[in-house]
């Protein structure tokens, strides 16, 4: 396997993405889960720009990192200044890095139009700052701004720059696709000139801005380059940077590059779930590789073949990258895919029983009618349990009435509700307040069911979604409710669907608590 250094840039260049802010204390924690995972660079912070990530480095100091080297990153000196005497240069070198990361202008545009200096201040300023960095004892890596459009307006002149920084001592050439608007075959070609120039000094760093940022740095690796530089679940400056959990493994398990060490790629899925958590965003689910729906299959075609035959519609093993297979439920299920969902619960079944040709129709009525059970698996069982006359609700709801919500008394909110429930001979009816309808009824339900079923206390509400569906009915549309309950023990998620958001609500809150006493019916 031929090594290639990851360089990544989540708490630098990810940091400039927009609603991303990272606190000290998370920056640490990214920085510990990159350094895990056995990324090579991690350009942590620019402590040039704030004293947030001047304190990062002093404390990130103190961290003994495995795998990783910390790099700061900051520009080349101010071109009304010495190196000497430019403070923004002293506080890249106070950063305490055995690494810099100095970009400056590769482009002849940008030096006369957005530095304001001559092309050949430009070159002076890239070396003599590249320099003054490797005097003072710091491995440089020269980032190359604009290198890419820089190239194609004048090409001698973006070589220069590049050559600027390796006579000044530059470890490596970093050829930067700022704006991100360049075609992989484009990046594929120029990177090829910069390699037959400086052989093994060239690395690559690509913007996504047509979508093409993963597909631009594998066609600059396949041209010589030796480092990628990316973020870690591609969130960056505007449309973002070279996505690293998907130019990782595929670099590694297609490619036969050592980006990351072997045994590692396996947490490449948990490491960008924590990444996202610590970042405070969803990790999309569409990513390739670690999204929750990599691997998530639907068409009932699709599952049949994927059951049988892993790579029919698999291109690598989830497991090789720490993911998992899920099978979707839905009206595009097959047989297949329903027997693959119930043999847990309803064992015995085979694709050519009437009972599965039943329960097909029965799950694509009701999704038709607004069901969607991907999330609601709950739900789903209790709907196959039922009709496999494995499970039935013990008691019956007879009446239940909301009270109305006092609209004018801002401080109180309360709604009340009465429910009458029915067990065998006796019937309890029992009332309640809640903030809201939902909850009200929620809690007269459980009192009356507590009566019956001391169990019911366990469980409690996690979370409570609804989605309108048909929005143009306004009023008259339909909405589908899904409630997330937890007993402690284990959580799980049941929907409910009604014109009406209380009968909607009301049928979710019973699968809920028909599902509690299924488990405990179960000794689970
Ligand atoms: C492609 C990239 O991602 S590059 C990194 C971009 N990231 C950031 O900008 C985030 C961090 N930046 C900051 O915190 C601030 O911009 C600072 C502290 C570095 C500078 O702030 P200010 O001094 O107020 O300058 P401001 O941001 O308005 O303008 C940038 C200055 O840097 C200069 N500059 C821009 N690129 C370079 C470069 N490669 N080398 C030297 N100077 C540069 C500009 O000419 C401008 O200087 P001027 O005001 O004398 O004309
Ligand atoms: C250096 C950098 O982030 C860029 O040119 O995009």
Not at 368 to 387: N, P
Request: one cysteine or more; a negative charge.
């Amino acid at each position: 396997m031929r090594n290639l250094e990851i360089f990544d840039s989540t708490l630098r260049d990810g940091a400039q993405a927009r609603n991303i802010s990272f606190t000290v204390e998370d920056k640490l924690n990214i920085v510990r889960a990159l350094d895990a995972l056995g990324v090579r660079y991690i350009e942590a912070g620019n402590p040039t720009s704030n004293p947030k990530d001047l304190e990062f480095f002093t404390r990130a100091a103190l961290l003994h990192l495995q795998n990783a080297e910390l790099v700061a990153f900051g520009s080349t000196r101010h071109r009304e200044r010495t190196p000497q005497d430019d403070p923004l240069l002293q506080r890249l070198l106070g950063a305490g890095t055995g690494t810099v990361a100095i970009f400056g202008k590769s482009s002849e545009l940008h030096a006369r139009e957005v530095l304001g200096v001559s092309l050949e201040e430009n070159l002076h300023m890239i070396e003599e700052t590249v320099r003054y960095c490797v005097q003072n004892g710091k491995q440089v890596i020269f980032d190359g701004e604009h290198f890419f459009d820089g190239y194609k307006q004048n090409p001698d002149y973006a070589m220069r720059t590049l050559q600027a920084a390796a006579s000044a001592g530059a470890m490596r050439l970093v050829l930067c696709d700022t704006n991100g608007g360049c075609f992989p075959d484009e990046i594929a070609e120029i990177t090829g000139k910069a390699v037959a120039r400086f052989g093994g000094m060239v690395g690559i760093h690509c913007h996504d801005d047509t979508g093409c940022a993963v597909a631009g740095s594998l066609m600059a690796v396949g041209a010589g380059a030796v480092q990628v530089q990316g973020t870690f679940i591609g969130f960056g400056e505007r449309c973002g940077n070279a996505n690293l959990s998907a130019v990782i493994p595929s670099l590694q398990l297609k490619r036969g590059y050592a980006c990351i060490p072997e045994g590692q790629l396996c947490e490449l899925t948990a490491t960008a779930r924590y990444v996202a958590e610590v970042a405070n965003i969803v990790l999309p689910a569409q990513l390739p590789y670690v999204g929750a729906s990599a691997f998530a299959h639907k068409g009932g075609m699709h599952i049949d073949g994927v059951t049988k035959l892993r790579s029919s519609f698999e291109h690598v093993d989830p497991a090789s990258v720490g993911n998992e297979r899920d099978l979707l439920l839905s009206e595009m299920s097959g047989r297949t895919s329903l027997l693959h969902k119930i043999r847990a619960f309803a064992p015995g079944l085979r694709k050519d029983s009437a009972q599965v040709a039943q329960l097909m129709d029965i799950l694509k009525r009701l999704e038709f009618e607004g069901y969607q059970f991907e999330s609601a698996s709950a739900s789903f069982e209790l709907v196959v349990l039922r009709h496999l006359e494995l499970f039935s609700s013990p008691y019956r709801v007879e009446l239940f009435r909301i009270v109305g919500e006092q609209a004018d008394k801002q401080e109180s909110k309360l709604s009340s509700a009465i429910v009458k429930v029915q067990v065998g001979e006796r019937s309890e009816i029992t009332a309640a307040e809640g903030q809201g309808p939902v909850n009200a009824l929620d809690k007269a339900l459980r009192k009356a069911l507590e009566v019956f079923y001391p169990e019911i206390r366990d469980i409690r509400l996690v979370d409570y979604k609804v989605r309108v569906m048909e929005p143009q009915r306004a009023t008259a549309a339909k909405v589908r409710v899904f409630i997330e309950t937890t007993d402690g023990a284990a959580s799980w998620t049941t929907v409910g669907v009604s014109t009406d958001i209380i009968n909607a609500s009301f049928k979710a809150l019973t699968d809920s608590m028909d599902y509690k006493l299924y488990r405990s019916a179960k000794g689970l």
